[in-house]
């Protein structure tokens, strides 16, 4: 079939453009990539008919349930109990930058590399701060790590999952899971070893600006926790009880048998249902609880007859200047049976809080934990006068279930390596198993998926399927290959790496795949050569977006809480790229024979 240069020029013009806008980064990438396949469609390149098979793409189902997969991770208590031991990792810098770097690149080998970074940023801010460490020193590694442990497997990123498809279409046969390791392991030690003993130093001491969840300056929260049967803190002192947890806090005052005790002494002894009335923020709340077995007083349990009884939620909501409650107590207003809540916590701005929880007076700018069924407390909270501050995520007294989580996901791992499954129906099937299990709440599932990733990877696979069928690939890579003529293998290999890294910096990367790919494949053929170390070289060049804070999501979510500037990021992303394009040509070579 004939094709007219024509539609070369279209195709051509498209991606330029495509270029132009996510580097310009006004327009989300997601549109952007739309608006490529739209204009394909219109000029007749791209049939009507297949402009949204891109949606049914075994890389772009892989690339939901990994994301689903990541978020039962978290919820399951793992990352929690990960988090709680990094904390105890004393106070040097490089072994704070090297253990987190490790743990971040291990976690990005088998979840979505921002999911895994931002599940440990909050451990790394509060190390840093703890430690009196400019967080800068630390985010930006730990950014990087999460880029280099995904490229160790067929999953741990986008890329990865694309070229492995690449490979079915073209020899027949999927990469496997870990076909990516050999490489992407020596590759990823070499760069944690690099920015943990040298990179940090090479960033700026910055100074970090505030987050969302700034913005409202909560102070400690007031809050209550009885101590029933099986608690650790029975028969304990007052002295004892900091010896059980590393959390921070400040017990206020003791309440038994109806009369308050204040400031008790270091040897006051706990007895059954005492309520230690405690002040600390809500990550000391969640570690206290879950290191003594405490209760929150408030904590109660809702009639099992009731709708959604199963399915309760905790969030935080602060008290406006128009709310009715203000003024009230939660006794006064019956919150629990005229509203259905329960309150947990109270926490109020520069101001002591004497009273027992439920008889406090509420005042504007007060912060309030609540307790209610998952359908109905953001109305609830709405009515009442309160803002929600839903991005903080609280998720106390959570059931942890991390042996069925990690059972589930490795159950699905053994499927894909034994070829029982394609990775695609093993890790759906996965999500929808931990999603049943009750690991991850349904409402959950869809708010997990990144969904602006899953469009623009579902627009820019038939986009970059046209630029191999009107010949683009074919012309591009005719151009690579005359250089071939004069040039060693190790250099072509070389040339593809460095082009992909640069796409890599200003666009997606799996845009930047999807791109890549075909001329990789173009030129491996041309050259006589296998496709095979072409496509890891694209792999691992998709994966190096570490010059600019836009080429990746990871690098984009730090530069805010590490108050980094536009080119801070090349300062140690440069020479990292450097040592990656050393390291990673020969291993390449050795790993996939040309």
Known sequence: MYLWPMDQSVVFATLFLVLIL??????????????????LVVAGITPAEKAFEGFAHPAVITVAAVLVIGKALEYSGLIDLLGKWVMKIGKGLLLQILTLSAIVAVASAFMNNVGALAIMMPVAIALARKSGHPPSYILMPIAFASLLGGMTTLIGTPPNIIIATFRADEAGEAFGMFDFTPVGVVLALTGILFISFLGWRLIPKRAASKSAGDLFDIDEYITELKISRDDKVKGKTVADLQELTNAEFQLLGLVRDGKRIHAPGPEETFKLNDILIIETDA??????M??????????KKFRKD????????????????????????????????????????????????RRRLDHIIFRTGDVLLLQGREHMIDEVVTNLGCL??????????????????????LAS??????????????????ALTLVISGVLPLKTVYQSIDWPVIVLLAAMIPVGTALETTGGAALI??????????????????????????????????????????????????????????????????????????????????????????????????????????????????????
């Open 22 to 39: 996510f580097a310009w980064g006004r327009i989300r990438h997601d549109a952007v990539a739309l608006l490529a396949l739209f204009i």
């Open 283 to 288: 990550e000391g709340l969640k570690s206290l």
């Open 290 to 299: 879950d290191d003594t077995g405490l209760k929150l007083v408030g904590d």
């Open 306 to 353: 009731a709708e959604g009884s199963k399915q309760i939620k905790i969030t935080e909501a602060i008290v406006m200047a128009d709310s009715s409650i203000i003024g009230r107590s939660a006794a006064a207003l019956r919150m629990r049976s005229r509203y259905g809540i329960n309150l947990l916590a109270v926490a109020r701005k520069e101001q002591k809080i």
């Open 388 to 409: 929600p501050l839903a991005q903080r995520g609280l998720r106390l007294g959570y059931e942890r279930r991390i042996p069925m989580a990690l059972g589930i996901f």
């Open 413 to 430: 791992i053994i499927l894909v390596v034994s070829g029982l499954l394609p990775v695609q129906i093993a890790f759906a099937m996965a």
């Open 477 to 594: 890579a005719g151009q690579i290959l005359r250089a071939g003529e004069i040039l060693p293998a190790w250099a072509m290999l070389t040339i593809i790496l460095v082009v992909t890294m640069f796409l890599s910096d200003v666009i997606n990367n799996a845009a930047t795949v999807v791109l890549m790919a075909p001329i990789a494949i173009s030129v491996a053929n041309g050259l006589g050569y296998s496709i095979d170390p072409f496509l890891m070289a694209v792999a691992v060049g998709g994966s190096c977006a570490f010059l600019t804070p836009i080429g990746h999501q990871s690098n984009t979510l730090v530069m805010g809480p590490g108050g980094y500037k536009f080119t801070d990021y090349w300062r140690m992303g440069l020479p990292l790229e450097v040592i990656i394009v050393a390291i990673g040509t020969p291993m390449i070579m050795i790993a996939w024979p040309l």
